[in-house]
């Protein structure tokens, strides 16, 4: 399943290597290869709370393994679409199945661990993380590069086939079988309702917030934004209307209700803003602005990765009273790097090596911080909530990634002009913006903690 997170997690971010070569291959637009890369986002951010419903009603293995193979399929159709609209279509399938498959491993890890051994296992899910940021920067660097047999960009979504068969071979052998029959009140109360209204209010959000840039923020991207406002009411009503009337809702009212969730939730987002504006920025900056190649620019990022990577097994080794800290401390850690970061463009004004060990500081932090405010909201709810918790986490992550590119990377794109000189000034303005978010983040995540002191839960995560 951690497997299946990677792949996941490498097409999320490889499309951003390879949209320039798939902009010149497919002669597409530079709308259409917007949509190629956000397609996927679409997609998996609309339909990730349904999949993780769908598989507390349908079970967690028959969904994790019809999402596994509709993301292999989809990366075939991919790896030989004749055009840009089908790879578009393509993509967006893509992302379906990934929603289908990941909401699944984070509600594994919470139904099937508990204590150290669940922090232990949400380690492993950050290495996963991390391996597929990495895999994804490296990979489409490098797979480019080498144009292997004259493919171009095609290769990108080809290593994907024999990873999918793999894994679904792997998973049918190994994953529980779900358990006979269907659980009482689960599949028949699958709210479909809810389903569509959410999925349309995150559509209305995410579409104008990933397109609003590339596309000069035209009046329906504006639109779509307001429109979100009354559908995401009506949601919120039919929610508490179904529950009132002894239906179980799409989202449980304990899940939006709980404040450390809340707090934690606001923590999480902040802190993958920056990370996500940072991806998109940091590529931009050393592409366009220092003048380097596709490979360089995916590389730049394995020091953050992979000290993410590490940050999740070392939580476990924390003594247990100071546990509690770790959010906010991550959260810290990573505003620290932010500062550093900007401090050495500002002197250096270049990307020699210090700026790798920088970097490596903030991966490292928010490592800290992603894991323990995870392990905090899935100890502040009973298991019973694993599903719901598991959706909003995850789509909790991809809006909040989306505004990141849009208004962090937007703003970047507005400062640089092309120059080496623009395009330092215009980083060092996002890193500043990064360290300040990354202070509220920490703001929000202790008072997530005092929540949890104030009402009596423990504190160990």
């Known amino acids: 399943m951690l497997a299946a997170q990677m792949i996941a997690n490498i097409d999320t971010a490889i499309a951003n290597i390879a949209a320039p070569v798939i902009q010149g291959g497919l002669d597409a637009s530079g709308g259409q290869v917007g949509l190629v890369v956000s397609g996927y986002v679409v997609a998996y951010a609309v339909l990730l709370v349904a999949g993780a419903r769908l598989g507390e009603s ?59 051994q669940r922090i232990r296992a949400l380690g492993y899910y950050a290495v996963a993380l991390s391996g597929g940021a990495v895999a994804g920067q490296v990979l489409g660097g490098m797979l480019i590069a080498a144009d292997l047999f004259g493919t171009g960009w095609r290769p990108i979504f080809l290593i994907n086939l024999p990873v999918g068969v793999v894994l679904l071979w792997a998973a049918q052998r190994s ?122 620019a995916g590389l730049a990022m394995v020091s953050w990765v992979s000290a993410f990577g590490l940050a999740g097994p070392l939580l476990v080794r924390v003594p247990e009273r100071h546990k509690a800290a770790m959010p906010a401390l991550g959260c810290l850690i990573l505003a620290t790097s932010y500062t550093a970061l900007w401090t050495y463009l500002a002197t250096a004004h270049h990307a020699g090596p210090a700026l790798f060990v920088l970097l490596g500081i903030g991966g490292f932090g928010l490592g800290i911080s992603s894991n323990a405010l995870i392990a905090q909201m899935t100890f502040a709810l009973p298991d019973r909530y694993a599903a719901d918790l598991s959706g909003v986490i995850s789509t909790n992550a991809q809006l909040w990634g989306a505004l990141g590119v849009a208004a962090l990377g937007g703003g970047y794109l507005s400062l640089a002009d092309g120059g080496l000189e623009s395009a330092v000034h215009a980083m060092e303005a996002v890193l500043a913006t990064s360290a300040v978010l990354s202070v509220l983040s920490a703001v929000a995540a202790w008072q997530g903690r005092l929540t949890r002191a104030t009402s009596g839960r423990r504190l160990s995560v």
Not at 61 to 74: E, M, N, Q, S, Y
Not at 186 to 206: C, F, K, N, P
Not at 245 to 250: E, I, S
Not at 256 to 264: D, G, I, L
Request: with cysteine; hydrophobic share 50%; proline share 6%.
């Open 175 to 296: 994953m529980p079988r779900d358990e006979n029959g269907k659980k009482p009140g689960s599949t028949q109360e699958v709210d479909v309702r809810g389903m569509a209204l959410l999925s349309v209010t995150i559509l209305l959000l995410i579409v104008p917030l990933l397109l609003g840039n590339d596309e000069g923020w035209p009046l329906w991207t504006w639109g779509c934004l307001a429109a979100s406002v009354p559908v995401a009411v009506v949601f919120r009503w039919s929610q508490r209307r179904r529950s009132a009337l002894g239906g179980r809702p799409l989202i449980a009212e304990e899940v939006v209700h709980e404040p450390t969730v809340r707090w934690s939730l606001v923590a999480h987002g902040i802190t993958t803003m920056t990370y996500f504006a940072l991806l998109f920025v940091l590529a931009n900056y050393l592409q366009d602005g220092v003048g380097r190649g596709p490979a360089y």
């Open 58 to 116: 349908h079970g967690h293995r028959r969904i994790f393994l019809t999402g596994l193979a509709v993301f292999t399929v989809a990366s075939l159709a991919c790896a030989v679409a004749p055009d840009a609209g089908v790879l578009i279509a393509a993509r967006a399938v893509q992302g379906g199945g990934a929603a289908l498959m990941v909401p699944q491993v984070l509600s594994g890890i919470q139904l099937h661990f508990t204590g150290p």
